[in-house]
Nanobody, 115 residues
Framework: QVQLVESGGGLVQPGGSLRLSCAAS????????MGWYRQAPGNQRDFVAT???????NYAESVKGRFTISRDNAKNTVYLQMNSLKPEDTAVYYC?????????WGQGTQVTVSS
């Protein structure tokens, strides 16, 4: 079992920045990589960014150049630095762990971009 706890969401004006954190605990030896997904009201959950255990990153086209995913292995924590935020980035952001036995999800953190 893997437990994920997100933090760092909130209300920010367009053009602003936020940093999300995801603290992982449990059977981390089974995790291949970590990522962030988001879900806006009425929409499906969409891929945002992933990072492998080796540090390889991948981003959705809509966030390339604005968002950066990183990890601190000593703290078992993954971050999502979000810059130049737009109203269309408003969503609940979920942390994901891709493990051998399946996917694990955090409870989600709300990000609202509005003036």
């Amino acid at each position: 079992q893997v437990q994920l706890v997100e933090s760092g969401g909130g209300l920010v004006q367009p053009g602003g920045s936020l940093r999300l954190s995801c603290a992982a605990s449990g059977s981390l030896f089974s995790v291949n990589g970590m990522g962030w997904y988001r879900q806006a009201p009425g929409n499906q959950r969409d891929f945002v960014a992933t990072i492998t255990n080796g540090g390889t990153t991948n981003y959705a086209e809509s966030v390339k150049g604005r968002f950066t995913i990183s990890r601190d292995n000593a703290k078992n924590t993954v971050y999502l630095q979000m810059n130049s935020l737009k109203p269309e980035d408003t969503a609940v952001y979920y942390c994901n762990a891709d493990a051998y036995e399946g996917d694990y999800w955090g409870q989600g953190t709300q990000v609202t971009v509005s003036s």
